[in-house]
C-alpha cells in the first residue's frame, strides 16, 4: 500500500536517486493521464521511477520509462508497463519548461509519484542539471560531517 507523508499525500513511488544524481532548480506538480488499470495499479503502490525522465513532444511534456506493472485482474485490458505518458501542466508551465530544456544543460527529473487529498495522481518534476563526481563526493563529505557533528554533540550532551 502506498505510504503517507505528513501534507496528506499518499507516496507511490519516489526517485531517491534524483537529488544524489542531480542538483534540483526548480519543482513542478503535475497530473498525469493514466488508464483505469494504471491507477489501480498505482493505488496497490506497484510502481517505479528509477529510470524516468520527461521530455518534450509536439509542444507537450510525456513522462518516459516510469514503470507501472499491470494490474493483476486487468485481463485483456491491461496497460502497457514502460509507455509513454502525457503530464498535465498549464500552457504557461510547459513553456517554461520548455525554454528551459531548449537552453541546454537541463533536464527534467520525476521526484515522487503520489495521490493528493483528493485522490488524483500527481507526479513532482524537477528541472535539474547533472551533478559531475566531485560534487558527488562533496555532497557526501558534507553529510557524513553533519552526522558526525550530531553524534559527538549528542554523546557530548
Known amino acids: 500500500?502506498?505510504?503517507?507523508?505528513?501534507?496528506?499525500?499518499?507516496?507511490?513511488?519516489?526517485?531517491?536517486?534524483?537529488?544524489?544524481?542531480?542538483?534540483?532548480?526548480?519543482?513542478?506538480?503535475?497530473?498525469?493521464?493514466?488508464?483505469?488499470?494504471?491507477?489501480?495499479?498505482?493505488?496497490q503502490g506497484r510502481a517505479s521511477m528509477g529510470e524516468a525522465y520527461a521530455v518534450e513532444r509536439d509542444g507537450e511534456i510525456f513522462l518516459i520509462n516510469a514503470h507501472i506493472a499491470e494490474y493483476d485482474a486487468g485481463g485483456r485490458y491491461n496497460h502497457a508497463p514502460l509507455r509513454a505518458r502525457?503530464?498535465?501542466?498549464?500552457?504557461?508551465e510547459i513553456n517554461k519548461l520548455i525554454g528551459n530544456?531548449?537552453?541546454?544543460?537541463?533536464?527534467?527529473?520525476?521526484?515522487s509519484l503520489?495521490?493528493?487529498?483528493?485522490?488524483?495522481?500527481?507526479?513532482?518534476?524537477?528541472?535539474?542539471?547533472?551533478?559531475?563526481?566531485y560534487d558527488k563526493r562533496a555532497t557526501e563529505k558534507d553529510r557524513d560531517w553533519?552526522?558526525?557533528?550530531a553524534r559527538l554533540l549528542r554523546a557530548r550532551n
Open 1 to 43: 500500500m502506498a505510504a503517507k507523508d505528513k501534507d496528506d499525500r499518499k507516496f507511490v513511488a519516489k526517485n531517491r536517486k534524483a537529488r544524489h544524481n542531480y542538483h534540483i532548480a526548480d519543482r513542478f506538480e503535475a497530473g498525469i493521464a493514466l488508464t483505469g488499470t494504471e491507477v489501480k495499479s498505482l493505488r
Open 86 to 92: 502525457k503530464l498535465l501542466l498549464r500552457k504557461r
Open 101 to 111: 530544456l531548449r537552453r541546454g544543460g537541463m533536464t527534467m527529473v520525476p521526484l
Open 114 to 133: 503520489y495521490f493528493n487529498e483528493r485522490g488524483r495522481a500527481k507526479i513532482e518534476l524537477a528541472l535539474a542539471t547533472g551533478k559531475r563526481k
Open 146 to 149: 553533519k552526522r558526525d557533528k
